[in-house]
């Protein structure tokens, strides 16, 4: 009866891990010792954000290029933005185990 339930507890282990194979499952856990399973999705936000940051910039810098001034809003911006990548990227560091 005993083994029923620890079968099960690995099962339920394995499913959360998101490892379908058991044997997958048992060799990592004892290779490692843990698994972490990782919400990626806050790393593409801010890999979107990058983008978005990247394509300002380079409207900027035509800009700049072709006037040859550079606007007290565009600085704004690009602080704004910066300040948004360092807040998302706080975030996920304080969330990595």
């Given at each position: ?51 978005r ?39 996920i ?5």
């Amino acid at each position: 009866m005993a083994n029923r339930g620890r079968k099960k507890l690995i099962e339920d282990k394995m499913k959360e891990s998101g490892i379908n194979n058991m044997g997958a499952y048992l060799r990592k856990m004892g290779i490692d010792g843990h698994i972490f399973i990782l919400d990626n999705m806050p790393l593409k936000e801010m890999n979107s954000m990058m983008t978005r940051f990247g394509s300002n910039m380079n409207q900027i810098a035509k800009r700049v290029n072709s006037t040859s001034n550079i606007y007290s809003e565009d600085i704004e911006e690009i602080k704004e933005m910066m300040k948004e990548l360092w807040q998302l990227q706080k975030s996920i560091l304080s969330k990595l185990p």
